[in-house]
């Protein structure tokens, strides 16, 4: 990937970032919402929500910092954390579609719709991820080049050959020296 749709891949993965810590908040926010809304709520999958969201927030610190720091191994962090959330997500349509089978009549009239949107709100989110995290690879990627060329530049710099002049006899030297 050579660019972040219309823009360079640095700016993408800053709008990755920004993208990540406002729906991390957003999300965060919903599933504290949640708690009081519902009676029936499961505490155990509120609770691998909320833990999700804020590791998922602090990945986003991790990538702001990468990305300030130019820093291949906190956008590999990232990355990593990213990878797990995908899973989460996955687990999440998962056990929603798991949790929607087993309704039993009056249930699925009230949160048929609930479900049906909350899957596909998942995929989407699934999908957009998948491309965040190809955009942040590629920019990752090509720091690893810049430093790998500027490490050979700093390795070549120092085995110069020498010129004539610095070859010469320290006599000649100073001669060449004063005629100038």
Request: overall charge negative.
């Amino acid at each position: 990937m050579k660019s972040c749709l219309c823009c360079s891949l640095l700016t993408g993965c800053k709008l990755v970032a920004a993208y990540q810590i406002v729906s991390a908040t957003l999300a965060l926010c919903l599933v504290v919402v949640s708690l009081f809304r519902d009676e029936h709520v499961r505490y155990v999958k509120i609770g691998v929500k909320a833990t999700v969201l804020v590791l998922v927030f602090l990945a986003a610190l991790a990538l702001v910092w990468g990305l300030r720091k130019k820093s291949p191994c906190l956008l590999l962090v990232w990355l990593i954390f990213e990878g797990v959330g995908v899973v989460f997500l996955i687990c999440d349509v998962i056990f929603n579609i798991y949790g929607a089978a087993t309704f039993d009549d009056e249930e699925r009239v009230t949160h048929d719709g609930y479900w049906i949107t909350t899957v596909i709100i998942d995929w989407l989110n699934i999908l957009f991820c998948v491309l965040c995290m190809e955009a942040v690879r590629s920019y990752r990627t090509l720091l690893l080049e810049e430093e790998s060329q500027r490490s050979l530049g700093a390795k070549y710099q120092y085995q110069v050959a020498p010129t004539s002049d610095e070859t010469a006899e320290p006599e000649k030297q100073i001669k060449l020296d004063t005629q100038l």
